[in-house]
């Protein structure tokens, strides 16, 4: 029986990562080791699938860039087109969940494409990397993870690109889905799904990375207590298109900063509404918010909004087509 073709997309990051001692969980050097390195400390991933492995970066993920991204995305998207059946990319934690969005709206295949990486270095005891990678593989290489958009595979638990963040420091455990859970768990080497992500994604998304040479600037604004106008007036002079702001609560503006949001708005900069909570939908709110064409992030985390806004950019300008891009991704 011929096994499934797998594509290892190496990027860097902890799983590649190299420390001075075996028991240095931090201060190591991410991205040392080379996507052979990677495979041969593995040699189990042979049975489940014919692999072949393609280093595209060696970043420490929290230096990812959107260049990066493009490439990245013209990769998947030449592979799937081929006769590679899924793709794992090897990946630092710190942005995994961005690039997986990113890749969740910009990958037009509806073959699985799965998103992996470790919390502790390739040199530490108990390095989660070998295993993590191996349930990648097994999972890109099964057919019932078709369909499902971009995943996310660490601990043993399947994620949604679009569902997941990280949410600890340091725990191998970091990877969760607040509020909409994981779609699945691997159980020995085998996916065991129990729901599906229902919003737009990889085959039906509108979005195209191809022929772009960079991705529209967009910051992401904190809100807190006692906040200004400082950061809101730095970005629009700085030329920013888009803004998201991670507001306390239910996507809440503190009055100094939305007086600046709203001659943003004024000015043809795209605002969305965001939640620093971490966990649920952002909705209407004051009708100041839609006079001045605040846009709802919805579910998506403030790093989500900023990716899908981006992408947004590139197709319009127009803050209702936005809107409800924000409602169908």
Known sequence: MTKPRVAILAMGGTIAGSAASDTATTGYKAGALGVEAL?????????????????????????MDGATWLKLAARCNELLAGDTDGIVITHGTDTLEETAYFLHLTVHSRKPVVLTGSMRPATALSADGPMNLFNAVGLAAEPEAAGRGVLVCLNDQIDSARHVTKAHTTATSTFKSPGLGALGYMNDGHPAFYSKVQRCHTYESEFEAEGLQELPYVKIIYGHADDDALFVDAAIAAGARGIVYAGTG????????????????????????????????VLPAEQSYLDAHFLQGDTLNPQKCRVLLQLALTRTRDWQEIQQMFYRY
């Open 39 to 63: 495979l041969s400390g593995v040699p189990a991933v042979r049975k489940v699938a014919e692999v072949t492995g393609e280093q595209i970066a060696s970043l420490d993920s929290k230096d």
């Open 250 to 281: 239910n996507g809440s503006i503190h009055r100094r900063a939305e007086a600046a949001l709203a001659r943003a708005s004024q000015a043809g900069i795209i605002v969305v509404r965001s939640s620093r909570t971490g966990c649920g939908a």
